[in-house]
């Protein structure tokens, strides 16, 4: 069985461009979370979506977003990005949705660096 | 406030030696609690949770709530054992969600 799949694997934007990340979770998984991973503050909770619906949500601004289709691949946007939000995007999926009682399953993350 | 503390960033034991590698949460409810692995070059995955009471690769972590710890331990560490440990905590239903939490991380080094 496939893994969870990200791309693009690295990217590189300017302060206040818009960036989409694409998430493929692995067949029959319905639930996807998003992850923010940096140096200074770690691994951070984004939101997760199940059957297309966002249930669970941290505590980030309003620039970043997110989405899940009808074949569960899930996609995050930043908008307007900032110096701060060059980091490591982490998704991953689960199958009961209830995903942080149910065995998460990583991608390799995307490498965002703002310049 | 929500809050997952791993108090070592780096923790050096010997081969065979036991391993015991410390989270303590802020929480007032009942959590969930649980411990992802990240190996070099390889993806986070989750070790163990605590609801599950389970034994993977040895370790194990038992939910203090008296302490509000959930150290995670092994009795005889091994060469393969050395990667990132994150200890993570969900629960706390804020605006109708729930929070996630994860410690800083401790990175565990298994000296032969």
């Known amino acids: 069985k496939a893994g969870v799949t990200q791309t693009p694997r690295y990217l590189i934007k300017t302060r206040g461009q818009q960036v989409t990340l694409s998430c493929s979770p692995i067949?029959?998984?319905?639930?996807v979370s998003w992850y923010q991973q940096t140096p200074g503050q770690g691994l951070q909770f984004l939101f997760e979506y199940f059957s297309e619906t966002q249930r669970n949500k941290g505590n980030f601004p309003g620039r970043f977003s997110g989405r899940q289709f009808s074949n569960s691949r899930s996609e995050m946007n930043v908008s307007t990005l900032e110096l701060g939000d060059s980091a490591l995007y982490l998704c991953?999926?689960?199958?009961?949705?209830?995903?942080?009682?149910?065995?998460?399953?990583f991608g390799p993350g995307t490498r965002l660096t703002v310049l | 406030a929500q809050r997952v503390t791993q108090p070592e960033k780096l923790l050096s034991v010997f081969k065979g030696a036991p391993v015991e590698l410390k989270c303590n949460y802020s929480y007032s409810g009942s959590p969930e609690l649980f411990w992802y692995v990240q190996y070099s070059r390889q993806r986070l995955q989750l070790l163990l949770r605590h609801i599950s009471r389970e034994s993977i690769k040895g370790f194990t972590a038992d939910l203090n709530k008296g302490e509000t710890s959930f150290h995670l331990k092994k009795p005889f560490a091994q060469e393969e054992d050395s990667a990132m440990y994150y200890c993570?905590?969900?629960?706390?239903?804020?605006?109708?969600?729930?929070?996630?939490?994860f410690g800083t991380g401790t990175k565990l080094q298994v000296i032969p």
């Open positions: 991953a999926s689960s199958r009961l949705g209830t995903s942080f009682t149910d065995t998460q399953y």
């Open positions: 993570a905590l969900s629960g706390a239903y804020s605006g109708g969600y729930q929070k996630v939490t």
């Open positions: 067949s029959g998984h319905r639930s």
